[in-house]
């Protein structure tokens, strides 16, 4: 029994039909990489997953139960952790109480403290505990993201592009916590669109392109498959030429 | 010849009851839709609109150039508003609800010190006729009228001028439509005139019929505001149509069968139960549908 | 005594202005100087200042959800109203007859929380846009006006107190009932509304809905709120039903919001339908958005200083267009308010000056 299974999943704005009958299956304990050219649904699949929008038609189970239309914050105490594509911190709060969000529901006083500090040192955070996150770095805004959704303890994790913005280095660091996190047992999706980051992970690939499931495989297969290369190479020149961008 | 009033009587007062929705909406859904702001000033632009055509109508002017002056007069006024208030809170919604509002008691409270507490009103046109025992006013018809033909000249204006197309793209995707060349800061200057321009018209048109004073305008703003919420603001005309088509049958049932409180209650109620069932108004609603039809 | 301390910890939490020592000093001589108000001022000035103290449990009401929670309601004078009546309806069948204060205390607390509760249920749940929950509450409120305006018939009554139309609860009332103020049996106080007893009970229920307040903002459902009002999407990921804590908030809010109105009535013996008009619902929006609608205290102080200037203002006409122009300046050149704006500049300043000296050495 697969820990996600994703059947026929449709969703429509307008006359758009941003995910068009997609299937997508993932193992317990799998890392996996969803990519796409610029409008192909990859973060309206994305947020079908979390539970921010739900979906016209298909449906969702995690962990034997179907959440289809269970709202986010459900999946989310059931084991969804999730990271934003745009900044996913709380900038007019402290780094601190950035994390004590998500660990608050289980933890508090001394624990708490052990575990923020915890966590900080894994994410290059250390001594940061009272600044304002709004005067953070960038790279370092996106790490105390990834580290409030590993706050919840999450089974499975969602990560929408981890290293938008990001220097080579900061992209290096990234790579390597994502590594960390799997090894842990974590199933870990990464949606990104920098294939340089998809090659540093190394995993297995779907691709979307217009909301359908294009090609799905190892990462060497598929990128030397000459359809996807078109897809996203062409493709993207000339949804970039009619203006698309991702909704 | 009693059936026969009673329907005659009933369809007079929906008739009259879906104007006067459409009329205080037009202006405040056209902004909405296009620019996600709600102009609490709304009331106040029909005020001025009111105020311009009593003014002019005693000045000797024709009563129908005196409305159409009270619309320009209007979208002026919403002109400057946006280029010096507006302007400023794009993207932040509730902050120019607040600003709006702010210039909505001063506007009021300012005709209040200068004109006073009431103006001349203008006698309403027309005359009337009788059906069975009841007589029903010619001019409140024209309005229901010129109510359909503002929203069907809407209707053609996003459909098929230059400025529609325009508009349209603004609203969709302004960050596109300023790398295609449209100058959107006009667009929406002009938009939020049209807006004020035709809460303004509504506002001389319906003068005919009431007193006029400073507060004018407010007594009609609570409907638009329910309009405009069980409009939503995806599908401007449609939305609004739909929108006055319910609300005025349901207003215009419990007025016939009790009082006009009770009529804007049942309003309210259906309002809620409308976002209840589709919270981003009838517009998004119907747009939704048409998509899954157009996918069988 | 653990809990105790831990809470009394975040009386000096980071969401709210005054986390220094100078800070409390001042906290301490305003409420000395509050507390022998009755000492100095005559009994007008006394019955006046009591009065302007009850117009700080609605400003905090917008202050919770909207500064923190990021709901801006245009309607909070339907909780003030509706808990006005609600306490003078139950107060004059209860009260007098009875000398049940509580159970008309309880029913005015009870009924806008409620109200609160089924609206905020439709919207909270329906997802509403900001948008539209800021003007249905202005809507719900004006048909409340509308409502009452028309209940001056006889059919009206509800036990013993007539509704009264516009002329309200208990005002031009010769032979029908006016709403009392508090009458509390185990100590036989009276409360009432020119006593030195109403003035100390307001002052001191404002000070310890501000200290509450504090503590609120700053507990675990403080974070919340913020983060809701900062991503309500985000919020949701990290596990928060976002519904159920904004209807939270809203509640409590509309409890807060009552209490204004429970005060003014037993201050004043009568409430009419105006208090649910658009000046009642536009002149906390003015306090709350001019003084900081992040911070309490700027609330508090922002708010006695603009009903003292509008009390000034209204033996001219000017009152209303002043205020207007109050707030659209604010709105343009403060939109965090003026007083967080200044308290925030001030900081600014503070640490700039500090990192220079620092660099020097």
């Not at chain 3, 089924?118 to 929950?133: C, I, S, T």
């Amino acid at each position: 029994m697969p820990l996600l299974e994703v059947e026929n999943l449709s969703k429509a704005f307008g006359g758009v039909r941003a995910v068009d009958g997609v299937d997508f299956a993932l193992e317990q304990g799998e890392l996996r990489c969803i990519i796409g050219p610029n409008g192909a649904g990859k973060s309206t699949f994305f947020k079908l997953l979390l539970g921010s929008i739900k979906p016209d038609r298909g449906r969702i189970r995690f962990r034997d139960r179907d959440v289809t239309r269970a709202e986010p914050h459900t999946r989310a105490h059931m084991g969804i952790g999730v990271k934003f594509q745009h900044l996913g911190v709380y900038g007019d709060l402290t780094v601190r109480h950035n994390l004590q969000l998500p660990l608050q529901h289980s933890l508090s006083g001394e624990a708490m403290d052990a575990e923020i500090a915890r966590l900080l040192a894994r994410l290059n955070l250390a001594g940061t505990e009272e600044r304002r996150v709004a005067e953070l770095a960038h790279g370092q805004r996106q790490w105390l993201a990834i580290g409030m959704a590993l706050a919840m303890r999450p089974v499975l994790l969602l990560l929408d592009e981890p290293t938008a913005g990001m220097g080579p280095e900061e992209t290096r660091e990234t790579g390597a916590l994502v590594h960390s996190v799997h090894e842990e047992g974590v199933t870990v999706v990464v949606v990104e669109h920098d294939m340089a980051f998809v090659r540093q992970l190394g995993a297995p690939v779907t691709v979307l392109h217009y909301g359908r499931v294009f090609a799905e495989g190892p990462l060497a297969a598929i990128e030397s498959n000459e359809d996807v290369r078109h897809i996203y190479l062409g493709a993207s020149r000339t949804m970039a030429a009619r203006g698309r961008y991702d909704p | 010849m009693e059936t026969i009033s009673f329907i005659v009587g009933l369809l007079y007062q929906y008739a009259d009851t879906i104007a006067l929705l459409a009329l205080s909406a037009i202006g405040l859904i056209i902004i909405f839709g296009m620019m996600g702001v709600i102009n609490m000033a709304h009331g106040e632009m029909m005020m001025i609109g009111a105020y311009i055509t009593s003014f002019a109508h005693y000045a000797g002017i024709p009563t129908a150039l005196a409305v159409i002056l009270g619309g320009i007069g209007a979208g002026l006024a919403g002109m400057i508003i946006e280029r010096l208030v507006i302007r400023r809170f794009y993207g932040q919604l509730l902050s120019s609800l607040v600003a709006t509002w702010g210039l909505s008691l001063i506007l009021s409270q300012g005709a209040l010190l200068v004109f006073g507490q009431l103006i001349q009103s203008v006698p309403t046109p027309f005359g009337s006729f009788t059906v069975g025992e009841l007589s029903y006013s010619y001019y409140r018809m024209f309005i229901f009228l010129v109510a359909m033909a503002m929203i069907a000249g809407l209707w053609a204006l996003f459909r098929f001028t230059r400025f529609g197309v325009r508009a349209r793209a603004t609203m969709e995707n302004p960050r596109m439509a300023r790398a295609l060349g449209v100058d959107t800061s006009r667009v929406y200057a002009l938009t939020f005139g049209l807006g004020t321009m035709l809460g303004g018209f509504a506002g001389g048109l319906l003068a005919l019929t009431s007193t006029i004073g400073p507060f004018y305008g407010m007594t009609y703003t609570p409907q638009a505001f329910i309009t405009v919420v069980v409009g939503g603001g995806a599908e401007i005309v449609t939305g609004l149509l739909a929108s006055v088509l319910s609300l005025g049958a349901i207003k215009t049932i419990f007025m016939n069968q009790t009082n006009i409180l009770l009529g804007h209650v049942a309003m309210l109620v259906l309002a809620f139960v409308i976002i209840r069932l589709m919270p981003s108004g009838i517009s998004d609603w119907v747009e939704r549908r048409q998509v899954r039809v157009r996918e069988r | 005594m653990m809990p105790l301390r831990r809470h009394l910890g975040l009386l000096v939490g980071p969401q709210e202005m005054g986390r220094t020592w100078y800070f409390w000093v001042g906290f301490v001589i305003v409420i000395g100087v509050g507390a022998a108000a009755p000492q100095y001022l005559g009994r007008f000035d006394l019955l006046n200042l009591a009065n302007f103290l009850t117009s700080i449990f609605l400003a905090l009401s917008l202050c919770l959800i909207w500064g923190f929670c990021g709901i801006l309601s245009l309607g909070q004078a339907a909780f003030l109203g509706l808990g006005g009546y609600a306490y003078g309806v139950a107060g004059i069948n209860f009260i007098e007859s009875h000398g049940n204060t509580w159970a008309a205390l309880g029913i005015g607390l009870a009924v806008p929380v409620l109200l609160a509760a089924v609206l905020g249920f439709v919207m909270f749940y329906a997802r509403l846009k900001g948008v539209y929950v800021a003007i249905l509450m202005l809507v719900v409120t004006l048909l409340f006006e509308t409502f009452l305006n028309q209940t001056a018939g006889q059919g009206w009554f509800i036990g013993e107190a007539h509704l009264g139309g516009n002329n309200g609860l208990g005002r031009f009332s010769g032979v029908i009932k006016k709403p009392p103020s508090f009458i509390f049996s185990e100590g036989g106080i009276k409360f009432l509304g020119k006593s030195y007893a109403f003035f100390y009970l307001t002052f001191g229920l404002a000070v310890l809905c501000y200290l509450g307040l504090r503590i609120l903002v700053n507990s675990k459902l403080g974070y919340v709120m913020v983060a809701i009002r900062e991503d309500p999407e985000r919020t949701e990921a990290l596990g928060y039903d976002v519904r159920l804590i904004q209807l939270i908030v809203f509640c409590i809010s509309a409890l807060l919001a009552s209490m204004s109105g429970i005060l003014y009535v037993s201050w004043g013996r009568f409430i009419t339908p105006d208090v649910f008009g658009v000046y009642n619902n536009i002149l906390p929006v003015i306090w709350v958005a001019v003084a900081g609608r992040k911070s309490l205290t700027a609330t508090v102080i922002g708010t006695l200083v603009l009903v003292w200037l509008s009390q000034r203002l209204t033996e001219t006409d000017y009152a209303f267009v002043v205020l207007g122009g109050i707030l659209l300046g604010a709105m343009m050149l403060l939109p965090e308010g003026v007083i967080t704006g200044i308290v925030d500049r001030g900081t600014a300043l503070r640490a700039r000056l500090a990192a220079r000296k620092s660099a020097r050495a």
